[in-house]
Protein backbone atom coordinates (compact mmCIF):
# COMPACT_ATOMS: atom_id res chain seq x y z
CA UNK A 1 0.00 0.00 0.00
CA UNK A 2 2.77 2.53 0.51
CA UNK A 3 4.85 1.86 -2.19
CA UNK A 4 1.33 2.29 -4.29
CA UNK A 5 0.39 5.68 -2.50
CA UNK A 6 3.80 6.65 -3.05
CA UNK A 7 4.07 5.89 -6.95
CA UNK A 8 1.02 7.39 -7.13
CA UNK A 9 1.79 10.73 -5.48
CA UNK A 10 4.19 10.98 -8.35
CA UNK A 11 1.79 10.90 -10.93
CA UNK A 12 0.97 14.27 -12.35
CA UNK A 13 -2.30 13.59 -14.24
CA UNK A 14 -4.53 11.19 -12.38
CA UNK A 15 -7.47 9.71 -14.07
CA UNK A 16 -9.70 7.15 -12.23
CA UNK A 17 -8.43 4.21 -13.97
CA UNK A 18 -5.01 4.69 -12.84
CA UNK A 19 -6.71 3.66 -9.28
CA UNK A 20 -7.59 0.02 -11.47
CA UNK A 21 -4.06 -0.09 -12.75
CA UNK A 22 -1.00 -2.29 -11.84
CA UNK A 23 2.07 -0.32 -10.33
CA UNK A 24 4.66 0.47 -13.29
CA UNK A 25 8.17 0.69 -13.32
CA UNK A 26 9.35 4.25 -12.40
CA UNK A 27 11.72 4.57 -15.47
CA UNK A 28 10.53 2.56 -18.19
CA UNK A 29 6.79 2.43 -17.37
CA UNK A 30 6.81 -1.25 -17.57
CA UNK A 31 3.67 -3.24 -15.77
CA UNK A 32 5.82 -5.21 -12.80
CA UNK A 33 5.06 -8.72 -11.68
CA UNK A 34 3.65 -9.64 -8.45
CA UNK A 35 7.25 -10.70 -7.47
CA UNK A 36 8.78 -7.34 -8.01
CA UNK A 37 5.87 -5.56 -5.37
CA UNK A 38 6.32 -7.72 -2.10
CA UNK A 39 7.15 -4.73 0.13
CA UNK A 40 10.82 -5.00 1.75
CA UNK A 41 11.69 -8.23 0.17
CA UNK A 42 11.65 -7.82 -4.06
CA UNK A 43 13.32 -4.52 -2.90
CA UNK A 44 16.22 -6.64 -0.82
CA UNK A 45 16.21 -9.11 -3.61
CA UNK A 46 16.74 -6.57 -6.55
CA UNK A 47 19.35 -5.03 -4.52
CA UNK A 48 17.07 -1.57 -4.97
CA UNK A 49 17.46 -1.81 -8.91
CA UNK A 50 14.32 -2.35 -11.04
CA UNK A 51 14.93 -5.92 -12.66
CA UNK A 52 13.19 -4.37 -15.74
CA UNK A 53 15.89 -1.45 -16.09
CA UNK A 54 18.19 -1.85 -13.80
CA UNK A 55 17.70 1.77 -12.46
CA UNK A 56 18.75 1.82 -9.36
CA UNK A 57 15.49 2.26 -6.66
CA UNK A 58 14.93 5.38 -4.48
CA UNK A 59 15.79 4.47 -0.63
CA UNK A 60 12.52 6.18 0.01
CA UNK A 61 10.83 3.12 -1.29
CA UNK A 62 12.71 0.80 1.53
CA UNK A 63 12.30 3.60 4.13
CA UNK A 64 8.86 3.49 3.60
CA UNK A 65 7.72 0.46 4.06
CA UNK A 66 9.86 -0.55 6.34
CA UNK A 67 8.27 2.55 8.66
CA UNK A 68 4.68 0.93 7.18
CA UNK A 69 5.41 -1.50 9.73
CA UNK A 70 5.09 0.33 13.03
CA UNK A 71 1.62 0.33 12.85
CA UNK A 72 1.47 -3.52 13.60
CA UNK A 73 3.06 -3.42 16.49
CA UNK A 74 1.03 -0.02 17.83
CA UNK A 75 -2.39 -1.21 17.11
CA UNK A 76 -0.98 -4.93 18.99
CA UNK A 77 0.08 -3.67 21.95
CA UNK A 78 -0.80 0.00 22.64
CA UNK A 79 -3.85 1.40 23.45
CA UNK A 80 -4.75 4.35 21.00
CA UNK A 81 -6.72 7.36 22.13
CA UNK A 82 -8.13 7.04 18.10
CA UNK A 83 -9.59 4.25 16.78
CA UNK A 84 -7.40 1.88 14.78
CA UNK A 85 -8.40 2.15 11.38
CA UNK A 86 -7.91 6.34 11.51
CA UNK A 87 -4.57 5.77 13.11
CA UNK A 88 -3.82 3.92 10.24
CA UNK A 89 -5.25 6.40 7.71
CA UNK A 90 -3.39 9.02 9.69
CA UNK A 91 0.17 7.41 9.95
CA UNK A 92 -0.06 5.76 6.36
CA UNK A 93 -0.80 9.35 4.79
CA UNK A 94 1.51 11.39 6.86
CA UNK A 95 4.24 8.95 6.45
CA UNK A 96 3.53 9.41 2.61
CA UNK A 97 3.10 13.09 2.41
CA UNK A 98 6.78 13.45 5.13
CA UNK A 99 8.56 11.60 2.71
CA UNK A 100 7.06 13.40 -0.76
CA UNK A 101 7.38 16.69 1.16
CA UNK A 102 11.52 16.01 2.03
CA UNK A 103 11.85 15.55 -1.50
CA UNK A 104 9.65 18.12 -3.08
CA UNK A 105 8.72 20.95 -0.34
CA UNK A 106 5.29 20.46 -1.64
CA UNK A 107 2.22 18.58 -1.28
CA UNK A 108 0.30 16.30 -4.22
CA UNK A 109 -3.25 17.47 -3.93
CA UNK A 110 -4.68 14.46 -5.51
CA UNK A 111 -3.43 12.38 -2.83
CA UNK A 112 -4.79 15.05 -0.35
CA UNK A 113 -8.02 14.61 -2.14
CA UNK A 114 -8.25 10.99 -1.36
CA UNK A 115 -6.94 11.01 2.38
CA UNK A 116 -9.74 13.75 2.52
CA UNK A 117 -12.16 11.29 0.89
CA UNK A 118 -10.91 8.07 2.62
CA UNK A 119 -11.46 10.49 6.31
CA UNK A 120 -14.92 10.81 5.73
CA UNK A 121 -16.00 7.65 5.13
CA UNK A 122 -13.56 6.11 8.05
CA UNK A 123 -14.37 8.23 10.77
CA UNK A 124 -17.33 10.74 11.93
CA UNK A 125 -15.30 13.76 13.12
CA UNK A 126 -16.40 17.44 14.48
CA UNK A 127 -17.54 19.17 10.95
CA UNK A 128 -18.04 22.13 13.45
CA UNK A 129 -14.70 21.94 14.96
CA UNK A 130 -13.18 21.05 11.49
CA UNK A 131 -14.53 24.50 9.72
CA UNK A 132 -13.75 27.01 12.83
CA UNK A 133 -10.03 25.58 13.13
CA UNK A 134 -9.70 25.47 9.36
CA UNK A 135 -10.82 29.03 9.18
CA UNK A 136 -8.33 29.69 11.93
CA UNK A 137 -5.46 28.44 10.05
CA UNK A 138 -6.16 29.96 6.55
CA UNK A 139 -6.37 33.58 8.49
CA UNK A 140 -2.89 32.57 9.82
CA UNK A 141 -1.72 31.46 6.55
CA UNK A 142 -3.30 35.05 4.77
CA UNK A 143 -1.31 36.83 7.39
CA UNK A 144 1.88 34.59 7.42
CA UNK A 145 1.77 32.79 4.06
CA UNK A 146 5.45 33.12 3.56
CA UNK A 147 6.15 31.15 7.47
CA UNK A 148 4.08 27.95 6.07
CA UNK A 149 3.24 26.26 3.04
CA UNK A 150 -0.73 25.76 2.09
CA UNK A 151 -0.06 22.00 1.83
CA UNK A 152 0.44 21.85 5.63
CA UNK A 153 -2.57 24.37 5.93
CA UNK A 154 -4.45 21.81 4.27
CA UNK A 155 -3.49 19.03 6.06
CA UNK A 156 -3.32 20.28 9.80
CA UNK A 157 -7.11 21.64 8.75
CA UNK A 158 -7.89 17.08 8.41
CA UNK A 159 -6.23 16.68 10.81
CA UNK A 160 -8.49 18.78 13.08
CA UNK A 161 -11.61 16.65 11.30
CA UNK A 162 -9.61 13.69 12.41
CA UNK A 163 -8.29 13.61 15.59
CA UNK A 164 -9.49 14.44 18.94
CA UNK A 165 -9.92 18.09 19.57
CA UNK A 166 -6.95 17.48 22.66
CA UNK A 167 -4.77 15.91 20.58
CA UNK A 168 -5.00 18.20 17.57
CA UNK A 169 -3.84 21.28 19.95
CA UNK A 170 -0.74 18.83 20.93
CA UNK A 171 -0.18 17.61 17.44
CA UNK A 172 0.20 21.49 16.36
CA UNK A 173 1.66 22.18 19.59
CA UNK A 174 4.98 19.42 19.71
CA UNK A 175 4.75 19.91 15.65
CA UNK A 176 6.30 23.21 16.22
CA UNK A 177 8.32 22.58 18.80
CA UNK A 178 10.24 19.61 17.41
CA UNK A 179 10.20 22.02 14.08
CA UNK A 180 11.72 25.21 15.95
CA UNK A 181 14.42 23.08 17.42
CA UNK A 182 15.83 21.55 14.44
CA UNK A 183 15.31 24.93 12.61
CA UNK A 184 17.68 26.30 15.42
CA UNK A 185 20.32 23.93 15.07
CA UNK A 186 20.13 24.55 11.32
CA UNK A 187 20.71 28.34 12.41
CA UNK A 188 23.49 27.99 14.51
CA UNK A 189 25.40 24.45 13.43
CA UNK A 190 25.02 24.79 9.89
CA UNK A 191 25.08 28.38 9.54
CA UNK A 192 21.63 27.81 7.47
CA UNK A 193 18.99 29.98 8.83
CA UNK A 194 17.40 31.01 5.37
CA UNK A 195 17.00 27.21 4.62
CA UNK A 196 13.27 26.26 3.98
CA UNK A 197 12.33 23.33 6.35
CA UNK A 198 9.83 20.88 5.31
CA UNK A 199 7.08 21.13 8.01
CA UNK A 200 5.53 17.37 7.40
CA UNK A 201 7.66 14.90 8.47
CA UNK A 202 7.56 17.10 12.05
CA UNK A 203 3.51 16.74 11.96
CA UNK A 204 4.71 12.58 11.55
CA UNK A 205 6.99 12.25 14.42
CA UNK A 206 4.76 14.02 16.76
CA UNK A 207 1.53 12.39 15.86
CA UNK A 208 3.91 9.17 16.87
CA UNK A 209 4.78 10.74 19.84
CA UNK A 210 1.37 11.53 21.15
CA UNK A 211 0.48 7.82 20.00
CA UNK A 212 3.37 6.71 21.94
CA UNK A 213 2.85 8.67 24.99
CA UNK A 214 -0.73 9.48 24.99
CA UNK A 215 -1.44 7.65 28.33
CA UNK A 216 0.91 10.24 30.48
CA UNK A 217 0.23 13.52 28.31
CA UNK A 218 -3.55 13.22 26.76
Not at 54 to 75: D, Q
Not at 146 to 173: C, E, K, N, R, V
Amino acid sequence: MFSYLYQLCHVQSLKLDYLLLRSRCDYCQQQLKFINIIPILSYMIQRGKTRCCNHKLSCFYIIGELLALFPAFTTTYMTLYVNDATFLLIYLFLLIFSIYDIQTLTLPVHVIIIFIFCGTFITHGNLYTCLYIATLLHLFYFIFYQAIGYGDILLFSILSYLLPYTMFGLTILVTFLIAGVFAFVCMVVFHQANRKIPLVPFIFIAFNFLIIFNESLI
